[in-house]
């Protein structure tokens, strides 16, 4: 049985991960390491928690001796390297957690696995030919983009914030171990997901409870501002695609095919839980939308190629907005108070 390494599996997207990686993968065990910050919680994998192959370390990816000991104990044979700080409203209020988890803590686990994996550059140890590091990271690395034009994984990087130039760096470090050492890394860029489990602080979520709640809902600057949305299961299957099949050395962009404005998403929500839930006073959501000072160096637009996975690997999205945005919000209404 192969023992793989998830790095941030109590986040939104790893714990996601884990339950769909478990089910399509029978012969792999998995050890989560989280921090358990506040945005981990082992509530989101209440699923798995007795799993039988299935291990969680509550630990930080920076604590070298700890993922040392974890790689001596456990002889991983994959890293899926889901930790991160990734909010950007925090990257610029503090960015030195953004450094130290996403650069330090990127290198301290592609170091120690480079060291247990590898007798030298080029030359892995018996047994650890096929071992790989799949580097989860973001669109955000590329900066903004214009009206027109995709992210493809040529696109030189631009970061604009504490968060993404934290990300770019981990980025550039995973493809130099490959460069360098010959350590088997890929690396996938995805743009925004949303989704059941996501962190309360992110858009879709906080829409979703100041709707529910009563109050204002913060739509930063006019609101034209365009992402790239991706549904999380979608995301989570092309990690475990490429993990299984990519190219060692390459990266992959994944995106949603949904381009959409903040207000075209706010709006979105607010009319479905008009519907679903609707206000006592008979009003809508609509109401509740208040436009508020925009963020520091807020990119204007991202918007991904996704044409390489899914020429090379035949992964494409299959969930529409439409349909993933309902699950999104029935998924919050159950869990809110």
Known sequence: ????????????????????????????????????TYAGTLENLREVESHPRY?????????????????????????IHFAAE???????AGPEAFISTNVVGTFVVLDVARRHWLT????????????????????????SLGPTG???ESTPYAPNSPYSASKAAADMLVRSYFHTYGLNVVTTNCSNNYGPKQHREKLIPTIIRKALDGQPIPIYGDGRNVRDWLFVDDHCKAVETVYHRGRAGETYNVGGENELTNNSIAAAICTLLDKIRPRPDGKSYQTQLTFVEDRAGHDKRYAIDARKIMAELGWSPEQSFVAGIRTTVEWYISRHR
């Open 86 to 92: 990734s909010h950007v409203d925090n990257s610029i």
């Open 55 to 79: 291990q969680f370390v509550q630990g930080d990816i920076c604590d070298r001796p700890l993922v040392e000991g974890l790689f001596n104990r456990h002889n991983f044979s994959g890293v």
């Open 150 to 152: 995709k992210f493809s």
């Open 120 to 143: 030298g550059p080029g030359r892995p140890k018996p047994g650890c030919e096929n071992n790989r590091f799949h580097h989860i990271s973001t669109d955000e690395v590329y900066g």
């Open 1 to 36: 049985m192969k023992t793989i390494l998830v790095t941030g599996g109590a986040g939104f997207i790893g714990s996601n991960f884990i339950p769909l990686f478990l089910e399509k993968n029978p012969e792999a065990f998995v050890v989560n390491l989280d921090k358990l």
